[in-house]
């Protein structure tokens, strides 16, 4: 019987052990339901989830650790002499093993008896029936086969009575306590909170995920390369040395991604601070309100529009816009018609990031600007003060700190951007400072290293690990700031 | 102010010296140049707005129209079944020479001298690749034809297609260009007699990933990011809903549930590739789920949008007043009653409001699928989130790295269908907010 097939049996029995429950309740209280301490709903509820609870617990156990245990015991069964080869030949034999266990079904009565004599050619005949074996069978290829399949049964059957025991032992037991004075709504109360906090708990999970998960594959990393030449490496070149030299210090310098990472964001926020910052004062302090209905969403589908889409803007247009205009500037001026802005550069990749960040940075400063009191500019304005003096002297200055923690979201956003810099900044890793030239960063090395063929033990698909919690890091502090500024900032002026 | 008035202006100052020059003017000009920065800052958003959306859509209207080539096609038994075995060996009729009937029509309807080797490769060139499981299919679905003549639209090959939407620089070198004289000659002959013609590009949306762009399409693009969507609002709407309730409502105000509060804020602005690489190392690595299946993509994304709904939700709860709560308890009603009851339905728009533009970021997202393996060349549907798949932005992201001029086309096509996606899930967000907010 299939897991899948088994649950919807378990559901079953929890749907029917809630009307059994709900109609014993009814039945106790006799027609007075005021009587009953739960409503009958409760006490349904209760039954289905004895029903259902235990058992879907342990066929989920059961389904993710039998095949793992079964595999580990057919393994032992292969003969020794397979098994002192080495890792590789025993893979490939268990390879073998799991084909043949799936084909052995579907053979027919006379090749089973073949089978048993010896003389039947197992690879044609599996074949036939359209599994595909790597290579030819041995005799004790078939044995495991044969172990594999009974033992997979076994479970199965085993699994199944189990849970069928577990699921209609929890009906049972929960019928016998309805009655009038039984707490079901209670306890029922009690389960949902457990699973509410259970889900809030997802959160800290997923934390503890990323690091753990990026930290074990990192220190695996830093096994084979030392920190040292990690963080403070300056030359990029993920190929390992030529055959002989034997170490591959500096290859996985980080300095040249950093540096490319840090660049980009700058010249984006250049852009973005100040379109950005304007857009939210001119939103906030002069618009009226029927211009900002119409400018306000305006910018804000420009956060709404997917950041691969933003790649290919500047891939077919920005990129190719300026790479043109600079060839005619230069011929202007020099007579020499060659670009000076290749079409993948620091520039094309900063100006595309800092439209799309435009509106992170005027919503954010939007919500702050607004949250300063009406009392301040008045208090200004009544002094004499023109607006814009007001904003400048009075408003800013009282935003500020919340404005700055909203750049350093913003900020932090740009480190971890990775769509547009995958198609606009180029794959070039090297440190320099004309922002005409492609250079790369942390988030494309990472795509770059982990697309393709991969093979989990090489520094190569490694250091992606490291260059994401050296990123992770990064952001994290940047966030934890920022919302450490905004927050005080709320406080101060609620 | 008007620079007369202003001179007028100091022209009375200096006549009456008992005023002081408290510099007005320049104030002024100063609040109006204040003034023009916000308004050129916000047309500067606009501007972008409206050359990216003009980029997408001037490149991408024509992927909807594709050039098809309508041709009599004989399904000669001589050709398809030489030795009639089909009866007994079904496979024949997938393996035949299916192209040869191709041309044999092409060069018949073009007048060609079948000997002409040079003319009949530069003829057939004309023709998408794809014709051969066009017709394929048509026989195998129906080996009645066989033997009959039917008109048959056959996918232009994609430098065609470019050719005849006007595409490529017909003033170029001939020798520079992938569509030479001769095939324009016989594109408008073909057009004269009514076989060239642009119809509705169904195969945009049906076809699966292709190296030749007329054959490529978004179908089993969207059929990933599909399944990948229902996984996410099977998840991440209980369990977001549900952390926020014990947030919101019953969590005691301690330690530990700052921390969450924190965590929650900060797993908001975390990159959206660290997620990927949670994913890589986590579902795959770990649990050994399969690689470019959308199960795990699903995955990804729900953890990746879960801090949005539950920010969503948590103001939505928020938002309803104390006094329902206080109402619910003073009839004898249970937290968790007075919560499930009556907190909850009246918090619903917010919430789905929230889930809506969650779910939207999380189909417009690239990075972390790239990780997961899902830049992958899938050809047919995947029948379930356990098989290899691909997703919509995915495919964009591949389809833009391609060089030819009718991949660029198509990619503004995808982007242009994402688009509307993303315009509708968020066109529903607003009309659900306007149509159910209430102020209390």
New interface residues.
């Given amino acids: 019987m299939s897991a899948s097939f088994l649950f919807l049996l378990v559901l079953l029995i929890g749907f029917g052990a809630y009307f059994m429950a709900h109609s014993r309740a009814v039945a106790a209280a006799g027609g007075r339901s005021v009587s009953l301490h739960s409503l009958p709903g409760y006490h349904g509820a209760y039954a289905a989830i004895w029903a259902i609870l235990p058992a879907a617990l342990i066929l989920a156990i059961w389904s993710a650790v039998a095949p793992s245990v079964i595999e580990r015991d057919v393994r032992f069964s292969l003969p020794t002499e397979v098994l002192q080869q080495g890792a590789a030949p025993v893979e490939l034999a268990m390879g073998q093993v799991r084909s043949v266990a799936r084909g052995l079904p579907l053979l027919s009565d006379t090749e089973r008896s073949a089978l048993e004599t010896g003389t039947l050619d197992v690879r044609a005949a599996l074949a036939a029936k359209g599994v595909a074996l790597a290579g030819d069978t041995q005799p004790y290829m078939i044995k495991s086969a044969q172990m594999l399949n009974s033992l997979s049964a076994t479970s199965s059957l085993a699994m199944t009575a189990v849970v069928l025991v577990v699921s209609v032992l929890g009906v049972f037991l929960s019928l016998r306590s309805v009655s009038l004075r039984f707490r079901a709504?209670n306890r029922v109360?009690r389960i949902?909170?457990f699973?509410?906090?259970?889900?809030?708990?997802?959160?800290?999970l997923?934390?503890i995920?990323?690091v753990g998960?990026?930290l074990?594959?990192a220190i695996r990393f830093f096994q084979s390369v030392s920190p040292a030449s990690f963080f403070f490496g300056t030359v990029w070149d993920p190929r390992f040395a030529a055959a002989g030299s034997t170490a591959s210090a500096g290859q996985f310098g980080l300095l040249p991604l950093l540096s490319g990472t840090l660049y980009i964001a700058f010249v984006a926020m250049l852009f973005a601070v100040?379109?950005?910052?304007?857009?939210a004062?001119?939103?906030s302090?002069?618009a009226s309100p029927h211009v900002r209905a119409v400018?306000k969403p305006?910018?804000e589908?420009?956060a709404?529009?997917?950041?691969?889409?933003?790649?290919?803007?500047a891939?077919?247009?920005v990129g190719p816009f300026l790479r043109d205009i600079s060839a005619e500037l230069n011929g202007l001026v020099t007579g020499n018609y060659t670009n000076f802005i290749q079409a993948q550069s620091v520039l094309t990749a900063g100006i595309v990031m800092g439209?799309m960040l435009?509106?992170f940075v005027?919503s954010l400063s939007d919500d702050i600007i607004t949250q300063v009191p009406r009392s301040l500019r008045d208090g200004s304005l009544g002094l004499g003060a023109?607006?814009?003096?007001t904003?400048?002297r009075v408003v800013l200055p009282a935003a500020l700190p919340g404005i700055v923690g909203a750049l350093l979201?913003t900020a932090?956003?740009a480190?971890?951007?990775?769509?547009i810099v995958?198609?606009a900044a180029g794959v070039a890793a090297r440190m320099q400072l004309n922002p005409f030239e492609p250079m790369t960063t942390v988030?494309v090395k990472?795509?770059n290293q982990?697309?393709g063929d991969l093979e989990?033990t090489s520094p190569q698909t490694l250091v992606?690990?490291a260059l994401?919690i050296t990123?992770?890091t990064i952001?994290?502090c940047l966030?934890?700031y920022a919302?450490y500024i905004v927050r005080k900032y709320r406080e101060q002026y609620e | 102010m008007s620079d007369v008035t202003s001179s007028a202006f100091q022209a009375q100052a200096s006549a009456r010296p008992g005023r002081r020059d408290i510099g007005i003017a320049k104030r002024y000009a100063a609040e109006r140049r204040f003034r023009a920065y916000g308004v050129a800052a916000i047309l500067t958003g606009v501007f972008f707005l409206a050359v990216l959306l003009w980029t997408v859509v001037s490149n991408g209207y024509t992927a909807f129209l594709q050039t098809t080539i309508t041709l009599p096609i004989t399904f000669s038994e001589k050709v398809i079944d030489p030795k009639n075995e089909r009866a007994d060996n079904p496979q024949k009729l997938m393996a035949a020479n299916y192209p040869l009937l191709v041309r044999d029509a092409l060069i018949q309807e073009l007048g060609i001298d079948a000997n002409d080797r040079a003319k009949v490769k530069l003829a057939t060139d004309m023709i998408s690749a794809s014709a051969r499981t066009q017709l394929r299919d048509i026989v195998v679905a129906n080996p009645q034809v066989i033997g009959q003549t039917l008109p048959v639209a056959i996918l232009a090959e994609g430098n065609i297609d470019s050719a005849n939407k006007g595409q490529i620089d017909l003033k170029a070198d001939e020798a520079n260009r992938k569509v030479k004289n001769q095939q324009l000659a016989w594109m408008d002959q073909l057009r004269e007699k009514g076989a060239l013609t642009k119809q509705f590009n169904t195969g945009l949306f049906t076809f699966g990933a292709s190296s030749r762009p007329e054959a490529a399409g978004i179908g089993v693009a969207a059929l990933g990011s599909f399944y990948m969507m229902l996984i996410v609002l099977v998840l991440a709407l209980p369990i977001g809903v549900a952390a926020s309730i014990y947030l919101e409502e019953f969590a005691p105000k301690n330690r530990f549930t700052d921390l969450i509060e924190v965590n929650i804020n900060n797993l908001a602005a975390v990159p959206s590739i660290v997620y990927g690489l949670l994913g890589l190392a986590i579902f795959i690595n770990f649990a050994g789920l399969p690689r470019s299946a959308s199960l795990v993509g699903g995955l990804v994304l729900t953890l990746m949008t879960l801090p949005t709904i539950i920010i969503a939700t948590r103001a939505a709860l928020k938002a309803v007043p104390p006094s329902i709560r206080a109402a619910a308890l003073g009839l004898g009603a249970s937290k968790m009653q007075t919560i499930f009851h009556h907190v909850l339905p009246l918090a619903m728009p917010g919430i789905l409001t929230g889930t809506i533009i969650g779910l939207a970021h999380a189909l417009g997202e690239t990075a972390p699928l790239l990780l997961i393996g899902m830049v992958a060349f899938v050809v047919d549907y995947p029948g379930s989130p356990l098989e290899p798949s691909t997703a919509l932005p995915v495919q964009i992201y591949m389809w833009a790295n391609e060089a030819e001029r009718a991949f660029v086309e198509r990619t503004s096509g995808a982007i242009m269908v994402l688009l509307v996606f993303l315009i509708v899930m968020n066109l529903g967000a607003i009309l659900l907010r306007r149509r159910f907010e209430r102020r209390w």
Avoid: H, Q
Avoid at chain 1, 386 to 389: D, K, P
């Fill in positions: 709504r109360e949902i909170l699973a509410l906090v259970l889900a809030s708990s997802i959160a800290i997923t934390t995920g990323i998960s990026m074990s594959e100040p379109v950005g910052l304007f857009a004062i001119y939103m302090e002069y400018a305006l910018l589908i420009l709404g529009i997917p950041t691969i889409v933003y790649g290919f803007f891939l077919v247009t439209i435009i509106p005027s023109t607006r814009s003096e904003i400048k979201l932090s956003r480190v971890g951007e990775t769509m995958v198609l988030t990472i795509v982990l697309t989990f992606a690990f994401g990123l992770f952001t994290l966030n934890i919302l």
